[in-house]
């Protein structure tokens, strides 16, 4: 091969591979622009759909930028381990589930079975079961009427004004200093056209049973604000408020500018002393149906009154009073006094079942009540829902029926609550045994089965906005994404409700822990952020 063709080739070669060379570069530089216009793009829209995310959620904090980290159950695991091994936790027992209503599986528990004292988050099934058992549309009526026969030539009534309780348990709530119901059944009475009563003015809370307090409520319960018992005749939440002198000694009676609703009958004993290296505190004690309250306490000496909250010792007795006492400033003479069918029966006088009704009160649909009282943990509601199941399963008017009743629907439903043992319906006894699973099997029956989903739902506080959950996780992933029960006792704390994940999922979880050790709202935070991991992780 002539040598000037070999070199003529290579020539070539080499100017094709120049020109090859050139053009690869220039299509690599195409490439790399269109690459950067896509990648640049594609952070735009991004962006966009972040700004356009918390725009409409109206979060745009650092914080919910948070909730866009990509989670996974073994970070839950991790974070639930940390929360377990926490020195609050050590000498604490645990019940904790989490429960998917839409596949029926469990996605995590922690004995799940073990029953605990749960404080007010036994609420729950209080409010579940009384809807269920009794309905939404059930009203509770207090009547007014009387005994007896009008005797119109005289204008007088031969016989006894009575007051029939329907266990109502919101008679006069929020009217302590006001009563304008009373004055309602005066107006009512004087339409008989009478001037006069020979006989009493009679309450009748037989609707009830006479021994209205859950078996073992503490001493210091039954006299607190909190410990309202439940009466078939109840009125003005069954509570009063009185501000005293604390430099007052001995037996006093206070007036009727100190104390609301005004009881005649009521005394206060103080024993307050003031010593500054002690911890400040007050204590009501005392029982129901006696007047007489104890007051202990350490304050400053700067506190020169104080302010108390209690429990009115016999609601049916005190609105017998206040019915006699308007019925006198009107003009209406009475032969007897104000009495109850329970002092009637412990007297052996013996008590007629005659009632000529003049009219009715009602309470509120029974709806709201629930929601009441799952939205500021009434006490004094819960109690009257749970005797008001024993009446419609068995007739009988107690906490025990109530419970019974209880057990029985849910069984009905083939939900079988073995272990379970409930001897309130509020929670202040710490006799009270639920597990975790029990709260997750009524939970899901309310969210999946029930006629009365709505309501019950509606009646839950949601976390960082309304009731008792309005500081959980306030300003966080799972602010409005809990609607739940809470509970909390000394040494206790538990949530039962519905939590909604990151990806708008429903799981229904429960968690109740007792003797655990620290400070409540410490243990609190702590439980926060197990929500939180839930809602970003399962």
């Known amino acids: 091969m002539p040598e000037n063709f070999q070199l003529k080739n290579n020539a070539e070669n080499r100017t094709f591979y120049d020109h090859h060379h050139q053009f690869c570069q220039l299509k690599n530089r195409k490439m790399r622009k269109i690459f950067l216009l896509i990648s640049v793009s594609l952070i735009i829209v991004t962006a966009a759909l972040l700004i356009l995310h918390f725009t409409v959620n109206g979060k745009g904090d650092n914080q919910q930028m948070l909730d866009f980290s990509l989670g996974s159950k073994e970070d839950f695991y991790t974070d639930f381990n940390a929360f377990l091994e926490d020195d609050q936790m050590k000498h604490a027992a645990l019940s904790f589930m989490v429960f998917d209503p839409e596949s029926g599986k469990v996605l995590f528990e922690h004995n799940g079975d073990m029953a605990l004292s749960p404080a007010s988050v ?6 579940a079961s009384a809807l269920e058992i009794l309905g939404n549309d059930t009203f509770f009526y207090t009547k007014i009427g009387y005994q007896g026969r009008i005797d ?30 009373i004055s309602d059944w005066v107006k009512v009475i004087r339409t008989l056209g009478i001037d006069s009563i020979t006989g009493d003015i009679i309450a009748d809370d037989g609707v009830f049973d006479p ?64 010593n500054f290296d002690q911890a400040s505190y007050l204590d009501v004690h005392g029982s129901y149906y006696n007047w007489h309250r104890i007051i202990k306490g350490n304050l400053p000496k700067s506190e020169k009154n104080v302010e108390i909250e209690g429990s009115i010792p016999d609601p049916p007795f005190l609105l017998a009073s206040q019915l006699y006492e308007k019925l006198l400033q009107s003009g209406i003479k009475i032969g007897g006094n104000p009495v109850t069918v329970r002092i009637l029966k412990s007297e052996n006088v ?189």
């Open 152 to 181: 119109s030539a005289r204008k007088k009534l031969i016989g006894n004004v009575v007051i029939k309780g329907g266990g109502d348990p919101c008679l006069g709530a929020n009217m302590a200093d006001k009563p304008v119901f």
């Open 350 to 538: 013996t008590c007629t079942d005659e009632f000529i009704p003049l009219g009715s009160l009602s309470s509120p649909r029974l709806g709201d009540i629930v929601k009441t009282t799952n939205m500021v943990s009434q006490n004094l509601y819960a109690e009257h829902l749970l005797i008001h199941c024993g009446i419609k399963q068995s007739g009988r008017g107690n906490t025990k029926s109530g419970a019974e009743a209880v057990l029985s629907f849910w069984n009905s439903k083939e939900i079988h609550l073995d272990g379970m043992v409930q001897t309130d319906g509020s929670g202040i006894s710490r006799s009270n045994a639920i597990s975790a699973a029990h709260l997750s099997h009524i939970l899901t029956y309310m969210l999946v089965k029930s006629k009365n989903k709505d309501v019950f739902w509606k009646s839950l506080p949601v976390s960082g906005e309304s009731g008792t959950l309005k500081h959980l996780g306030n300003e966080t992933a799972i602010q409005g994404k809990i609607r739940a029960k809470s509970g909390s006792m000394t040494r206790i704390r538990g949530y039962a409700g519905y939590l909604e994940n990151r990806d708008g999922k429903t799981y229904v979880f429960a968690i109740i822990i007792n003797n655990f050790t620290g400070k409540p709202t410490a243990l609190r935070e702590k439980i926060e952020k197990v929500f939180i991991s839930i809602h970003n992780n399962l």
């Open 211 to 274: 021994d209205v307090v859950p078996d073992d409520w503490g001493f210091v319960d039954i006299p607190s604000y909190y410990g309202t018992a439940p009466f078939g005749l109840s009125v003005y939440n069954n509570r009063y408020t009185a501000l005293i002198s604390t430099a007052k000694k001995g037996v006093f009676h206070p007036g009727r500018d100190s104390v609301k609703p005004y009881m005649p009958l009521l005394t206060f004993e103080t024993h307050i002393s003031n």
């Open 122 to 127: 036994i609420k729950v099934i209080t409010t």
